[in-house]
């Protein structure tokens, strides 16, 4: 219970409550478990939320699909103040950096309704990463309000070689769709692209590789990422949890800690968590739950459905194959 009353965001009373589940049951009370299960199942933008769900056999939050009935956002008061039209101009002056800053601002004022309203109009503006950025700002205060925080980039509308909620997914970790963020290490656009490995990736694919469009283009950026995003799946057998290594931590790491660790496919629940628990980079750890955890809600809002297999199957199956495969 200390654990629970300790933590405030979704993501970690996702995690409360399907350890605590795991541990009444353990103690062989399973009312209790199923009780924390159920708790934690209200929170399935989060790893571990899902994970609370199926453990409890409790169902899939249609919620996550994002169509959730809101007043116009025309009609909120928040769109008759200064805060509001000052981010707007930002965005007409091509200021994002700007616009974020007062559209934030706006957002710490707003209840769970006032913020779904900020989130379809940032929408209507085509502005998919303030959309995830008050998502996340939100989620910090323990709301959630689904549709922005799982926002989608018109990259959706592309024909990519790897299933689109990954694509998605991947570009919501590495960028949170802000297409000219340049990373500390160099990693460039959409998909977070270092240089040399869009040079070899153009190369493969037989096109000319143009190092200003990797930051400036983002269609380009995201026909580079993806084609690298559909090598580690053919190469990973379309295992989420070593793909999100890959990308992360680079294939090699993902081949080390087969080595080290085992091979995380084919595992059962406990033992697909506990691997992924051993990861020995915490970033990298994180990123992996912070990528399977979308895929879900991605398949929601695209209209497939969310859970083709239970949620720890799928971390330890192959359901992020290439396209075709």
């Known amino acids: 219970q200390r654990f629970r009353a300790a933590v405030a965001t979704p993501i970690s009373l996702g995690r409360a409550g399907y350890w605590i589940g795991r541990t009444q049951e353990a103690l062989g009370d399973p009312e209790a478990a199923q009780f924390a299960y159920a708790e934690g199942a209200?929170?399935?933008?989060?790893?571990?939320?899902?994970?609370?769900?199926?453990?409890?056999?409790?169902?899939?939050?249609?919620r996550l699909a994002g169509n959730e009935a809101t007043p116009d956002w025309r009609s909120a008061a928040f769109a008759k103040t200064d805060l509001h039209e000052i981010g707007t101009l930002a965005l007409r002056m091509n200021d994002l950096s700007l616009a974020r800053r007062f559209f934030l601002h706006l957002a710490e004022t707003q209840d769970r309704t006032g913020l779904m309203q900020m989130g379809h109009?940032?929408?209507?503006?085509?502005?998919?990463?303030?959309?995830?950025?008050?998502?996340?700002?939100?989620a910090e205060r323990g709301v959630i309000v689904e549709r922005p925080y799982y926002a989608l980039h018109p990259m959706a509308d592309m024909d990519l070689p790897t299933p689109m909620e990954l694509a998605l997914a991947i570009a919501r970790r590495e960028s949170e769709f802000n297409h000219v963020v340049v990373s500390g290490a160099g990693a460039q656009g959409l998909m977070q692209l270092m240089p040399g490995t869009a040079r070899d990736v153009a190369r493969d694919l037989g096109l000319l590789y143009v190092p200003s469009d990797v930051l400036n283009d983002w269609v380009y950026n995201a026909r580079l990422g993806s084609a690298y995003l559909a090598g580690l799946g053919a190469r990973f057998g379309g295992n989420i949890v070593l793909v999100s290594v890959g990308y992360n931590a680079g294939p090699g790491r993902a081949a080390q800690w087969i080595e080290e660790y085992g091979d995380p496919r084919g595992r059962d629940a406990h033992a697909i968590i506990d691997w992924i628990e051993h990861i020995p980079f915490r970033e990298t750890q994180n990123y992996v739950m912070r990528v399977a955890e979308s895929l879900p809600a991605y398949r929601a809002r695209l209209g497939k459905e969310p859970l083709p297999r239970p949620f720890s199957e799928e971390l330890a199956g192959n359901t992020v194959a290439p396209v075709g495969e």
């Open 121 to 138: 109009m940032l929408e209507d503006l085509d502005q998919p990463h303030l959309q995830v950025m008050l998502g996340k700002t939100a």
């Open 42 to 62: 209200a929170y399935q933008t989060s790893f571990y939320g899902l994970l609370a769900a199926e453990a409890g056999g409790l169902p899939f939050d249609l």
